[in-house]
């Protein structure tokens, strides 16, 4: 099984900044890919920033420019800085990693944590 845990989550006025970590751990044999989604109430889960075992990355439209995922050395381990937030960027943010737990297709994963709440006051 893997775990994937965030933190750094928090209340911050519009215009502030935040920074989310992430680690996945367990049974990880290799990442596919890691990233952040987020969830407001009354809407559906977005993709926030996305980033490949190779390194490429992707990020929602609403973002660009305002927030960088990066990886840590550990390749397990994601963090989000979140730059200029607006009362819009409030959400529960979740964390996904995926990958596979060995070397056959079988043993893929698509794992998610908890999430963190992102809370951005006017």
């Known amino acids: 099984q893997v775990q994937v845990a965030e933190s750094g989550g928090g209340s911050v006025q519009a215009g502030g900044s935040l920074y989310l970590s992430c680690a996945a751990s367990?049974?990880?044999?290799?990442?596919?890919?890691m990233g952040w989604y987020r969830q407001a109430p009354g809407k559906e889960r977005e993709l926030v920033a996305r980033?490949?075992?190779?390194?490429?990355?992707d990020y929602a439209d609403s973002v660009k420019g305002r927030f960088t995922i990066s990886r840590g050395d550990a390749k397990d381990t994601v963090y989000l800085q979140m730059n200029s937030l607006k009362p819009e960027d409030t959400a529960l943010y979740s964390c996904n990693a995926r990958g596979y737990s060995g070397p056959s297709q079988a043993s893929v994963f698509d794992s998610w944590g908890l999430g963190t709440q992102v809370t951005v006051s006017s």
């Open positions: 367990g049974s990880i044999f290799r990442l596919i890919a």
């Open positions: 980033i490949t075992s190779g390194g490429s990355s």
